[in-house]
C-alpha cells in the first residue's frame, strides 16, 4: 500500500512538473529534464530485481509508464519533430502505441535468469516485471479507434472490431495476466463495438447504408462464432460457460445485421411492420440456435432470440390492450337499459401488421412445440414419456446417459422403473413443450381476436369472428384428452367468450344472438368434456350467459333495468342449482354457493327495483322458510353450516344492513343489532361457522353506523394533531406486541376453522 502511495505522489509531482512552468525552465527545458529523468527511472526496476526488491521495482516501473506518457505531452508542447503540427488524435494514438510497444520490449528486456538452491538441487530461475505485459495491452486499445476518429462511422466500429480481433489473438497466443487483460479488453472493446454498431446500423436511412453500416457487424459475429468455438471445443464447464457468455453477444450481433437494412426496406409501408425487422431475425436466431451441440451454448442462444422476440412482442401490448377493450363501454346497456353506446377508441388500436406479429410469434411456438415433441404430434407424445424423441437440439451423449438410466431402472424392478418414468414426466423434458403449446394457442387467439378491428371489417363480420372463435376454442376444449390442455383450451375460451359477449352488446339483434349461442357452446363442453373441471365449471359460463340473455330480453321488451338484472341473476342461479344436482362431489358445492348466492341478489334487485323499504316484510318469511329446512337437514345428514344456515341469514341480515345505512331510524338499527348479536353467541356456543361470521360482520356494520356520528363529532372537536397522535401509538403498540397479535389472528383463525 505504501509502496502505490508513493507511486501515485511521484506521478503526481512529475505531472506538475511537466504541465506547470517551473522557475526559469521553458517546456523544451522540463521536457529534456523529463526524458533524462525517465531513462534513469526505466533502468531502475533492473537494478533493484536484482537485489530482489521486485514489488519496489513494480512500483518504479509504474511511475516510468507515467513517464513515458508525459514525454509525448511535453514532445509536443515543446514542438519536437514538429509533433504540435499532427492531428491531436492522430499523436495520441501514436504516443499509446509507441508506449506499448516501448513496455513490450522492455518486459523481455527486464527479463532475468538465475539460479538458487531448492532442496538442495540447483534450478532456473527467471524474475520478470508483471506490470508492464497487462498495461501495454490496456494502452493500445485505443489505438485503433484514434486513428479512425476522424473517419465515417463504419470506419469506427471496423476499428473496435479489429482491436477485439487482435486482443482474442493475444489471448489464445499468450499466457499469464497479458491473457487475463486482454480478455477483459477485448469483451469491453466488442460490447462497445456491438453497441455503438448496431446504433449506427439501425439509423441508416437506406437499404444501401444499412448494407454498408452492418459490414463490422458481420466481422463481430464471425469473430464471435470464433471465440465460441476456441472456448466451447475444450470441453470443460468453465469454457463453455464463457462460450454460452459470447454466444448472447453474437446473438444480438446476427439480430441485428439483419434487423438493419430489414427495418430501412419496411419504413415504406409503415413504422408498424419494423417489428418485423427484428423479430423474424429473432426466431431465426432461436431456431439456428437449436444445432448446436453444447448444451449451455445452446441455451444461450436460444434465450436471446426468445428474449429479443419478447420484447418485440411487449411493444405491441398497448395496442393490444385497446383493441381487446374497445367493446366495454358498449355495456353500459346494463344501466341505461338501451344499446348503441359509443366505442371508445382514445388511442391507436392494433394494425395489420400487429396481426402478422402474433401469427408469426404463435407459428414459431407451434414449431418450438412440434419440435420438443420430436416431430410427432404433441398429444401423442406428452401424456405419457413412452415413445419420447429426442429432441433436434439435445446432444446423443445425453440420449446416451438418459438410456442408460432407463436400462438400470428396468433391472431394479418394476416399481422403481414406474417410478422413474413418472419421474419423466414431471420433469424438464415436458414442461418446455407444454409452454410452448400453451402460447401456441394463446398468440393465436389473441390475433384472431383483433385481426377484424385490424383489418377494419364491418360489425357483423367483427361479432361472427369473436363467436366463431370462442366455439373453436369450447369444441377444442371438449376434445382434448390431455387436461393440461383441456384447461389451457377452456381458460382462452372462457377470454374468447366474454368478448365475444361484450362485442355482442353493441347492439340488440346481436346480443339476443350471441348469447344463446355461446350458452350452448358451454354446454356442449360441460356435457361432452372429458375432464371433470369443464363438466363442473363449464356449465357456470352456460348460467352466466343464459342470464345474460335473460337481461337482454327483459331490456328489449322494456323491462326497467333493475326488474331486467333480478331476472338474469334469477335465471343463472336457477341453472347453476340444477347443475350442482348432476355435479359429481367436488364440484356440487361450489355450484349450489354459487346458485344460492345468485338468488339472493337476484331477490334483492327485485326488492330495490320495487323500492320497497320495510324489506323485512319480504325477506325474514323466507329466511325462517330456509333456516327450517337447513336445520331438518342437519337433522338427517351431516351438513356444513353454511350449506344450512348461510343462505337464510344471509337473506335477511344483508339486506336490512343495507336498510340502515339508508334510514335515519333507530329502531331498525337497535333490532338488526340485537339480532346480530344472538346470532352471533349462538353460533359461538354451537360452534357454528356461519351464523358466528355473519353475526359478526352485521354486528359490526351496525356499530359503525350508530358510532360513526359521535366519532365525526368528537374528529371536530379535539386537535388536529390528536387522532394522527393516537394512530401513530396504536401503531406502536401493535408493532411492541407483534408475536402476540399474530398469535390471537391464529388462535381465531384456527377456532373458525374448527367450526362446523
Do not use: N
Not at 538465475?114 to 516485471?129: D, E, F, I, K, N
Not at 419420447?388 to 438400470?408: D, H, I, N, Q, T
Not at 367483427?462 to 377452456?490: D, E, I, Y
Not at 356435457?527 to 337482454?552: C, D, H, I, S, Y
Amino acid at each position: 500500500m505504501l509502496l502505490i502511495l508513493g507511486g501515485l505522489l511521484l506521478t503526481v509531482a512529475a505531472v506538475v512538473f511537466t504541465v506547470v512552468s517551473w522557475g526559469w525552465l521553458g517546456i523544451g527545458g522540463r521536457a529534456a529534464v523529463l526524458a533524462g529523468f525517465t531513462a534513469l527511472v526505466m533502468v531502475a526496476p533492473v537494478v533493484l530485481m536484482r537485489r530482489g526488491l521486485t514489488a519496489t521495482a513494480e512500483t518504479v516501473a509504474g511511475f516510468a509508464v507515467a513517464l513515458l506518457l508525459l514525454d509525448g505531452y511535453a514532445a509536443r508542447q515543446a514542438g519536437f519533430l514538429r509533433a504540435d503540427a499532427l492531428d491531436a488524435s492522430h499523436y495520441t494514438a501514436g504516443v499509446l502505441g509507441g508506449t506499448a510497444l516501448i513496455l513490450v520490449a522492455y518486459a523481455r528486456v527486464t527479463r532475468l535468469t538465475g539460479s538458487g538452491p531448492r532442496s538442495g538441487v540447483a534450478y532456473a530461475r527467471v524474475t520478470r516485471l508483471r506490470g508492464p505485459g497487462p498495461v501495454a495491452v490496456v494502452l493500445a486499445q485505443p489505438v485503433l479507434t484514434l486513428l479512425a476518429g476522424s473517419l465515417p462511422g463504419t470506419w469506427l466500429v471496423a476499428a473496435l472490431v479489429a482491436t477485439a480481433a487482435l486482443d482474442a489473438a493475444l489471448v489464445r497466443h499468450v499466457r499469464g495476466a497479458v491473457r487475463v487483460t486482454a480478455a477483459l479488453a477485448g469483451s469491453g472493446v466488442a460490447a462497445l463495438a456491438l453497441l455503438g454498431g448496431t446504433t449506427y446500423a439501425l439509423g441508416a436511412p437506406s437499404v444501401g447504408q444499412a448494407l454498408v453500416r452492418v459490414g463490422p457487424l458481420v466481422a463481430l459475429a464471425l469473430l464471435g462464432g470464433f471465440v465460441i468455438w476456441l472456448l466451447a471445443r475444450q470441453g470443460d464447464v468453465e469454457g463453455e460457460t464463457w462460450a454460452a457468455v459470447v454466444t448472447a453477444g453474437t446473438a444480438l450481433t446476427l439480430i441485428a445485421v439483419v434487423a438493419a437494412p430489414a427495418q430501412a426496406a419496411l419504413a415504406g409501408p409503415g413504422a408498424g411492420w419494423r417489428s418485423l425487422a427484428y423479430l423474424v431475425p429473432a426466431l431465426a436466431v432461436v431456431l439456428a440456435a437449436t444445432w448446436l451441440p453444447w448444451r449451455r451454448v445452446r441455451l444461450a442462444g436460444m434465450a436471446t432470440g426468445g428474449l429479443v422476440a419478447l420484447l418485440v412482442t411487449l411493444t405491441l401490448l398497448p395496442r393490444l390492450v385497446v383493441t381487446l377493450g374497445s367493446p366495454l363501454p358498449w355495456l353500459d346497456v346494463f344501466w341505461t337499459g338501451t344499446w348503441g353506446g359509443p366505442q371508445w377508441q382514445p388511442f391507436a388500436t392494433a394494425s395489420p401488421a400487429d396481426v402478422v406479429v402474433l401469427g408469426t410469434v404463435a407459428a414459431a411456438l407451434l414449431v418450438a412445440a412440434v419440435w420438443g415433441a420430436g416431430g410427432r404430434p404433441v398429444m401423442e407424445v406428452l401424456p405419457g414419456t413412452a415413445g419420447r424423441a429426442v429432441p433436434r437440439g439435445e446432444s446423443e451423449s445425453e440420449s446416451e446417459s438418459e438410456g442408460k438410466g432407463e436400462g438400470e431402472g428396468e433391472g431394479k424392478g418394476k416399481s422403481e422403473s414406474e417410478g422413474k418414468g413418472e419421474g419423466e414426466g414431471k420433469g424438464g423434458g415436458k414442461w418446455p413443450v407444454r409452454v410452448a403449446a400453451c402460447g401456441a394457442l394463446v398468440v393465436g387467439a389473441l390475433m384472431v381476436a383483433v385481426a377484424p378491428q385490424a383489418f377494419a371489417m364491418p360489425y357483423p363480420a367483427v361479432v361472427a369472428v369473436q363467436v366463431a372463435l370462442a366455439v373453436a376454442l369450447a369444441v377444442a376444449a371438449t376434445l382434448g384428452r390431455a387436461p393440461w390442455w383441456a384447461g389451457a383450451c377452456a381458460l382462452v375460451a372462457g377470454a374468447a367468450s366474454t368478448r365475444a359477449a361484450a362485442y355482442a352488446f353493441g347492439s340488440e339483434p346481436a346480443t339476443l344472438i350471441v348469447l344463446p349461442v355461446l350458452a350452448s357452446a358451454a354446454a356442449v363442453m360441460a356435457l361432452a368434456g372429458r375432464t371433470k373441471e369443464l363438466q363442473v365449471w363449464a356449465p357456470a359460463f352456460g348460467a352466466l350467459f343464459l342470464g345474460l340473455e335473460a337481461v337482454a330480453a327483459g331490456l328489449s321488451l322494456g323491462v326497467r333495468v333493475l326488474v331486467a338484472a333480478s331476472m338474469g341473476f334469477a335465471v343463472a342461479g336457477v341453472l347453476a342449482l340444477l347443475w350442482s344436482l348432476r355435479a359429481g362431489q367436488g364440484g356440487a358445492r361450489g355450484l349450489r354457493y354459487t346458485g344460492a348466492v345468485l338468488l339472493l341478489l337476484a331477490s334483492w334487485l327485485r326488492l330495490g327495483a320495487d323500492e320497497v323499504t320495510v324489506v323485512e316484510a319480504y325477506t325474514v318469511p323466507c329466511s325462517l322458510v330456509l333456516l327450517g329446512s337447513g336445520w331438518w337437514r342437519r337433522r338427517g345428514a351431516p351438513a356444513g353450516s353454511w350449506a344450512a344456515y348461510g343462505a337464510g341469514l344471509s337473506f335477511t341480515m344483508l339486506p336490512s344492513l343495507v336498510a340502515v345505512y339508508a334510514d335515519a331510524e333507530w329502531r331498525r338499527s337497535l333490532g338488526l343489532g340485537v339480532v346480530a348479536l344472538v346470532v352471533l353467541v349462538a353460533g359461538a356456543r354451537f360452534r357454528l361457522r356461519a351464523p358466528t361470521v355473519i353475526g359478526a360482520v352485521v354486528l359490526a356494520g351496525v356499530a359503525v353506523r350508530e358510532l360513526a356520528p359521535y366519532v365525526s363529532e368528537m374528529l371536530l372537536v379535539v386537535p388536529r394533531w390528536a387522532p394522527i397522535a393516537v394512530g401513530g401509538l396504536l401503531l406502536v403498540v401493535v408493532g411492541a406486541t407483534y408475536e402476540a397479535r399474530m398469535r390471537d389472528l391464529r388462535k381465531l383463525r384456527d377456532t373458525l376453522t374448527a367450526m362446523d
